[in-house]
């Protein structure tokens, strides 16, 4: 913003140094630590060791703090305050500092903002695209406030980027199938079947899930009962496909209003499901690659990344598929990284998921390492950490101990209602 009087005291010193004969160039500005004042700062350490070469000076540290003192001096004005733009001129210890004019500054910002209104602050484009994969929400469980940082956050680092000229695709991986999905139908199946939600279609089916997850605990016949409606919703059972899809769309639509609400908008939507499939095939290419190990049907298939990588506990092992040969994130998580890559020409691929994801996400990085992509040195995991209740309770949709984001949003209105109501009741 200062550059054309910066240039004008750059011209001031190269004219000191052409009178002391020293063929100085360049001139290096570092910023000063800001502490109130926004400034910038030279070294004439180099320019006093260029003169000594020459036979000319003595003491290197000395002649650079005379230099810089000198030079303190010659960029002033006429009049003697300090050159145009700046406030304050001052030589310590051979640096000569420079300090903007707060004034003049906060003008040239303020005039700016106003007339470039939303484009303040853009880059030009520098050509590059990354995706950002934020949000990540499962069906059939409750959007909580947790899930709302990493939106925020999520959101926030995409707008960044893009204002930084980087052509940002905005992505959001929904969990609509898995174990808690299938654990949710068989509850509806066996418990609650034909039934139909209220108004509230959304808590309607949180309730179902917390229900899901407490029977599935306390029953020890639930489980295979589970797997085998897996099973069947991968064999494409057509009733099971009917409420599958049914429910998942009033998930999706409980997405989209709190998207909407918060002003938060996706570029593309992945799903779980569309990588089911071809997440188990990925998993038979790694087997035939010996990338992973199958040990069905005592064990599971698992990628042992130590062994692999020859290190000592620190990616361990990544299990890939069920021994029932049901599917995990992770075997969908690694056909998904590629297929980013191949979709789009990436520079980097950033994961928004929190702390605790920490070791999977490095397996699955590694693993796709292992496999010859060399794209995986551009997969990033910016994490976070998770909101707790009071306590340090954690919020869980399969124990019920979250906090809708919906009642959050209608906690917050209600109360500025009151204060507004207080302060300003004809308002």
Known sequence: MFQTEQTNVEKHIFEYFKKLDLPVTTIQWNWIPFSGHWGISMSFFQAAAMEARKGKGGNVNQRAGEMAADVALFVLQPDG????????????????????????????????????????????????????????????????????????????????????GYDVVRANYIGDIGLHVIKWMWNYLTFHKNEQPGEDRYRWMTDLYTEADRRFNDDPDAEPQVRALFARWDANDPELEKLWKQTRQWSLEGFDQIYQTLGVPFDHYYYESEVEHSGKEFVERMIKMGIARDERPDGAVIVPLDELAGTKEKYRVLVV???????????????????????????????????????????????????????????????????????NVTMSSRDGTVVLLEDLINEATSRALKIVNEKNPDL
Do not use: W
């Open 81 to 164: 305050s300090p050159p145009a733009g700046f406030e304050k001129v001052e030589a310590v210890k051979g640096y000569l500092n420079l300090y903007f004019s707060s004034f003049n500054f906060a003008n040239r910002v303020i005039g700016t903002v106003l007339s470039d209104r939303e484009k303040f602050g853009l880059s030009e484009s520098l050509d590059k695209r990354m995706v950002v994969e934020f949000s990540q929400p499962n069906t059939h469980k409750a959007f909580h406030v947790g899930h709302l940082r990493n939106v925020i956050l999520g959101n926030s680092v995409c707008n960044i980027l893009s204002a930084a």
């Open 321 to 391: 598929l069920r021994s029932d040969g049901t599917s995990l994130y992770s075997t969908k998580d690694l056909p998904l990284a590629v297929k980013k890559f191949e979709q789009y020409n990436l520079e980097q691929s950033i994961y928004v998921v929190d702390v605790r994801q920490a070791l999977y996400l490095q397996q699955i990085y590694k693993t796709l390492e292992l496999m010859g992509y060399e794209f995986a040195k551009k997969c990033y995991h910016l994490a976070y950490e998770i909101v707790n209740l009071p306590g």
